[in-house]
């Protein structure tokens, strides 16, 4: 019960927090807009730039339908994000890689094979846990 004590208490295991220290308002006029539209403009002409200039390089999706979860079974995809959150979380304290969990609603593996390809541009790694 100590693992369902600490979800609760911690909702979850990861969280995601910024990188880029903002000290004032004033930053987000860098961060965000209209800053940022010079970090387009490098992409927007050469895609393998998304690697240097975001997160990208650094962070994975860890995909799942839920159907094959560490021995449990088929639990849903609901019930598999605690498991996908400890992937995460796995994958940030021992590689240093950041990691989101998505977990899917879907069962069929041609819906299933077009998310992750329409997901690709945001993730530099996939993990499939089908």
């Known amino acids: 019960m100590r693992a369902v004590e600490l979800?609760?208490?911690y909702q979850g295991k990861i969280q995601v927090i910024p990188?880029?220290?903002i000290?004032?308002?004033d930053d987000f006029s860098v961060v965000y807009t209209p800053?940022?539209?010079d970090v387009v403009k490098e992409i927007a002409s050469?895609?393998?730039k998304s690697f240097?200039?975001?997160s990208r390089w650094n962070t994975i999706a860890i995909v799942t339908d839920g159907t094959r979860v560490l021995g449990l079974g088929n639990?849903?995809?609901?019930?598999a994000l605690p498991v996908m959150e400890g992937?995460?979380?796995l994958f940030k304290y021992l590689g240093g890689v950041d990691a989101v969990p998505l977990p899917l609603a879907t069962r069929n593996q041609e819906d299933l094979v077009k998310v992750v390809q329409a997901l690709e541009p945001s993730f530099g790694g996939i993990n499939l846990r089908t």
């Open 7 to 9: 979800s609760q208490h």
């Open 75 to 79: 639990v849903g995809p609901e019930a």
């Open 35 to 37: 800053g940022v539209a």
């Open 23 to 25: 000290r004032s308002y």
């Open 87 to 89: 992937k995460s979380l």
């Open 19 to 21: 990188k880029v220290p």
């Open 52 to 54: 240097s200039l975001t």
């Open 46 to 48: 050469d895609v393998e």
